[in-house]
């Protein structure tokens, strides 16, 4: 029928859309999908990427606005394209949404300027001095021109000696493209030639080996059946595990590809990086939200033009546009962190297996403490199990005892019990160094009224604020809420009747500074992180022996090698317990053994104290006896008895709303249409357990299935005829960690 029909591409536009409209493409336009190009929506202008599949066919093409611009971006690749489409389906967030996770470096999609370098000519410099020697060596050793700040850096020299020398006709200016001034891959030739690389242990040399068979085999993948190559590396700290997937890296930059490596927090890997600029002699891309825009735009370049052969990121890295990915690592696989909890709410740990076996290439998970999750993909033959034993070089899994609070004479405000004191005594004594750990940020959880019994409470949120005292306020973990610390009870006027309840770190600090006043003391905890520079800062005083207790919050718990540490005090091991989530026990006893893994990595052996009001717990039992393997089938089975993650599936859905009447009436409209059926159960609609959060009511639905129901589809089918009113907002989370 339609005889000259115009051609037509369907583009996907980075905002909450949930496909790709059609549009016409004007007449010496040339797209294919993936590209990058600029279309008219509404009545503006945005950026969009070129999908795949051909227009709907159905719309008067009288009616088709065309394409407004070709940009020259990189186009999206297919393999990027896919795993959009798959995050979308995955999580239920709408794809043009996912789509803004990959586009997020808007000026990255402009034309780059031009760039310049610096080249040798074929006239010798005279006389040759010997800094101008170091220059042409510089560029000798790159193959390809170097940016002006490299060549400094590499040839050791000051400006001023190019100046001349580009004067005097030795060296020229070219134009490099933007593409080459890092020219990692013959850094990285330097530094293998030149650096001593670990000897392996035989128990690493085999995991090695295994794993350079699978990078080996890559090409293969995406065709056989040998897809999903997935490892989990499981080892506990300080076994070597970081050692070994270097190795699995360095097999991957050799044959051309890139690596990215995933971390839970970016804040905290400063002394990953130069470990890995040591091992690698070049210094990975780091991307997290925080970047800057520039750094955006240069990294998300670098990584799509393939100059970026390393990335080290938090979970929205997993969205760039890599030239050639190669390999993913997941480094604590475990961590909670993982688990994005706002926008689209995705699991970077799942969404990175994704990702590689979409791309046919091999993922790696690494942990002292797997998740249950990727354990039991181990037992469904999903991941190959790779278990190194001990600690690297012999050093000894810390002594751990379990202190009785009960049999301890501790009263109400006071939190280090008389075994802890004494421990903490002899290691001062010695020149070592303690860590305290309580997972509290501020002073005092709960401010409470002496006299009516009124908790102070957030107005926006249906939580107690926590005391800060080192910034003098009440302030709300949830909202950002602050208020300054009250002489009078709110509820009852009563004057200076508030009293802290329960310890922070803060209140820990000053309980030791009053039983060791000679001491040294540091507190670590996100809120006092004063940025990165400042937590930096810390570390290094503890890794100059300036600190002689460390009282920290789970940003401690994690990476951190400190060699005069020798005692860990968890001040309270029942904290995450009581917790009413699924994963509790298991979120407690990793943490724990996090901590309680920072001591004792050296030839000092570490100790660890734990004080519990419930010795007997499972957890605190497990940790005990160091019985990773025990406390894993007990949590199995009681999860696999309740149909619980990874046996069967969750997905929850929040309603929330400013106004409290709209969101019961939301509840009401998706209450007529409930799904029911065999092999699941829709609970709800329930008040949350923070019925009030930010200032908005709300109400949850949540979705138990078994594994064999498609809970997506049952969700979508459900929510596809339900109208709520546009003030009324609907998350679903498919997978969620977090139930309050
Ligand atoms: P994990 O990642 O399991 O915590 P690491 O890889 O960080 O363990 O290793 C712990 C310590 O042992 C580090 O200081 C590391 O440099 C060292 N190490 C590990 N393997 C070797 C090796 N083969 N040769 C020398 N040192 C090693
Ligand atoms: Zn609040």
Redesign the pocket.
């Known amino acids: 029928m339609n005889v000259s029909k115009k051609p037509q591409v369907r583009v996907l536009v980075p905002l909450a859309v949930p496909k790709a409209y059609s549009y016409a493409v004007p007449e010496g336009m040339i797209l294919a999908p993936g590209d990058v190009v600029r279309v008219p929506l509404a009545s503006r202008v945005c950026v969009g990427v070129v999908w795949d599949g051909t227009g709907d066919g159905n719309i008067d093409e009288k009616r088709l606005r065309p394409v407004r611009e070709h940009l020259p971006a990189r186009p999206l690749s297919k393999e990027l394209r896919t795993f959009i489409e798959f995050v979308s389906n995955y999580t239920l967030h709408p794809l043009g949404t996912v789509l803004r996770l990959a586009l997020s470096a808007p000026d990255a999609l402009k034309p780059p300027p031009k760039r310049f370098g610096y080249a040798a000519t074929e006239t010798m410099p005279k006389p040759m001095t010997q800094a101008r020697k170091r220059v042409l060596e510089a560029l000798g050793q790159a193959g390809v021109p170097l940016e002006q700040n490299l060549l400094l850096e590499r040839a050791q020299v000051r400006a001023e000696v190019l100046r001349t020398m580009v004067k005097a006709g030795w060296l020229q200016k070219v134009e490099t493209g933007g593409a080459s001034e890092t020219a990692p891959c013959d850094a990285y030739q330097l530094v293998r030639e030149k650096s001593v690389l670990?000897?392996?242990?035989s128990d690493?040399e085999s995991i090695v080996s295994v794993l350079r068979e699978a990078l080996k085999h890559e090409d293969g993948w995406g065709r056989g059946g040998a897809r999903g190559n997935g490892f989990l590396l499981d080892?506990?700290?300080?076994?070597?595990?970081?050692?070994?997937y270097f190795e699995a890296i360095a097999s991957v930059l050799e044959a051309g590809r890139q690596v990215l490596v995933l971390l839970p927090e970016i804040a905290l890997t400063e002394q990953f990086l130069k470990?890995f600029t040591a091992r690698f002699g070049i210094e990975p891309l780091v991307w997290h939200s925080g970047l800057t825009r520039a750094r955006r735009r240069d990294g998300w370049r670098a990584v799509s033009n393939g100059s970026a052969r390393m990335v080290v990121g938090a979970r929205s890295a997993l969205f760039l546009p890599f030239e050639a990915l190669g390999l993913i690592v997941v480094d604590e696989e475990h961590e909670q962190a993982f688990k994005q909890d706002d926008g689209v709410l995705y699991h970077a740990r799942d969404m990175a297996v994704a990702r590689a076996w979409l791309g046919g290439f091999p993922v790696l998970l690494?942990s002292?403490t797997p998740s249950l999750e990727s354990l039991e993909n181990v037992e469904r033959g999903r991941l190959q199990h790779l278990r190194?034993g001990e600690?690297?070089?012999g050093a000894s899994q810390p002594d751990i005892s379990v202190i009785d609070l009960r049999g301890e004479s501790t009263d109400s405000s006071h939190w280090l019990g008389e075994s802890l004191v004494s421990l903490m005594r002899e290691t001062l004594e010695s020149g070592d160094q303690s860590l305290l750990f309580l997972n509290r940020r501020g002073y005092a959880p709960v401010s409470l009224c002496r006299a009516c019994g009124e908790r102070i409470t957030c107005p926006n949120c249906d939580v107690w604020l926590v005391e800060h005292r080192s910034r003098n306020g009440l302030l709300c973990h949830h909202c950002g809420y602050r208020r300054a610390l009250l002489l009078e009870c709110p509820a009852c006027g009563e004057k200076e009747s508030l009293v802290a309840c329960g310890p922070g770190v803060e209140r820990i600090a000053e309980e030791t500074a009053a039983l060791f006043p000679q001491a040294r003391i540091e507190i670590l905890s996100s809120d006092k992180v004063f940025g990165a520079r400042g937590y930096q800062g810390a570390i290094e005083r503890i890794l100059e022996r300036e600190v002689d207790i460390i009282i920290g919050t789970q940003i401690i718990a994690k990476g951190h090698?400190f060699p005069h540490l020798t005692l860990v005090g968890i001040i309270d091991a029942d904290i995450g317990l009581g917790n009413a989530d699924l994963r509790a026990s298991e979120r407690s006893y990793q943490l724990l053994h996090q901590v309680i893994g920072r001591c004792g990595?050296e030839e000092r052996p570490g100790r660890a104290l734990l004080q519990t009001w419930m010795p007997e717990h499972p957890v605190i039992q497990a940790l005990a006896r160091g019985d990773r393997d025990g406390f894993i089938e007990q949590e199995r089975f009681s999860r696999e008895r309740a149909g619980l993650p990874p046996f069967g599936r969750l997905v929850a859905l929040i309603l929330s709303d400013t106004d409290e009447q709209r969101v019961r009436d939301a509840t009401r409209v998706l209450s007529k249409t409930l799904p029911k059926g065999d092999g699941f159960v829709l609970l709800g609609p329930a008040p949350a357990a923070l019925y009030r959060l930010r200032g908005k009511f709300r109400y949850r639905f949540l979705l138990r299935a078994s594994r064999s129901i498609d809970a997506q589809k049952l969700i979508t089918d459900w929510l596809a005829g339900a109208r709520l009113s546009s003030g009324t907002r609907l998350v679903v989370d498919v997978d969620p960690y977090w139930f309050g």
């Open positions: 670990p000897s392996l242990s690493q080892g506990v700290t300080g076994s070597g595990k970081t050692e070994v470990r690494s002292a190194l600690r690297f070089g090698h990595r």
